[in-house]
């Protein structure tokens, strides 16, 4: 088993630039969870998905959509890139509501 | 929605003494409190967790400790080593309803010195 894989793991954007970042789980989990990490701000929900097809908004959804068209793959877009979201992005997956969060590796993403 | 607070958000110790990191919640719906380490450049992984019908819940050197009448948990950790040293984020979660979301603590950056 994989668990939870993000790809890719670094990416430089100039402002206004669009990237996909795709995040994959082996688990069969349904609840799937994009977040943002920044310097002494801990960890920040951007969307989750509650199952697939279903998507919602987390904390700081501005800037940021997401697909869920498949129950593995949980897809975060950039359409137009700003510096502020410079940042380290982490998809997690959990098999309930209050259950254990799976986190991928993270994914650095510099926008200049 | 809930809010998080976090304390300290540094923290440092001799190796074999011991590390208590504090968190408030706000909203007294919240029945999930879980804590999470995370090594430097590495993914957050869960190392424990209390939900609201036991007081206090111990594995090995670790143990949760949560108060609801006054909205705060705490972890503890015994006889800190060195490879202790890393980021705690405690979370609660009211996993009752709609709501989906867990909410974070800003972290604490344990160092555990030799």
């Known amino acids: 088993n994989a668990g939870v894989t993000q790809t890719p793991k670094f990416r430089v954007l100039k402002t206004g630039q669009s990237m996909t970042l795709l995040c994959a789980q082996d688990?069969?989990?349904?609840?799937m969870y994009w977040y943002r990490q920044d310097p002494g701000m801990g960890l920040r929900l951007i969307h989750y998905s509650v199952g697939e097809g279903t998507t919602a908004k987390g904390e700081v959804p501005d800037g940021y959509n997401v697909s869920r068209l498949k129950k593995q793959n949980f897809l975060l877009g950039l359409e137009s890139a700003a510096p502020s979201q410079t940042s380290v992005y982490f998809c997690?997956?959990?098999?309930?509501?209050?259950?254990?969060?799976?986190f991928g590796e993270g994914s650095r993403l510099t926008v200049l | 929605g809930e809010n998080v607070e976090q304390h300290p958000s540094t923290l440092s110790v001799q190796e074999g003494d011991s590390a208590v990191i504090k968190c408030t919640y706000s909203d007294s719906a919240s029945n999930y409190f879980p804590w999470y380490k995370q090594e430097l450049g590495k993914r957050p992984q869960l190392i424990i967790d209390?939900?609201?019908?036991?007081g206090e819940k111990k594995d090995q050197r670790i143990a949760v400790t949560l108060n609801k009448t006054a909205k705060h948990f705490s972890l503890h950790i015994t006889e800190t080593q060195p490879e202790d040293s890393a980021v705690y984020f405690c979370?609660?979660?009211?996993?009752?309803?709609?709501?989906?979301?867990?909410?974070f603590g800003k972290g604490t950056l344990l160092t555990v010195n030799p």
């Open positions: 688990m069969n989990h349904e609840y």
């Open positions: 209390i939900r609201s019908n036991v």
């Open positions: 997690a997956s959990s098999y309930k509501r209050n259950g254990e969060l799976f």
């Open positions: 979370a609660a979660m009211d996993s009752g309803g709609s709501n989906y979301k867990l909410t």
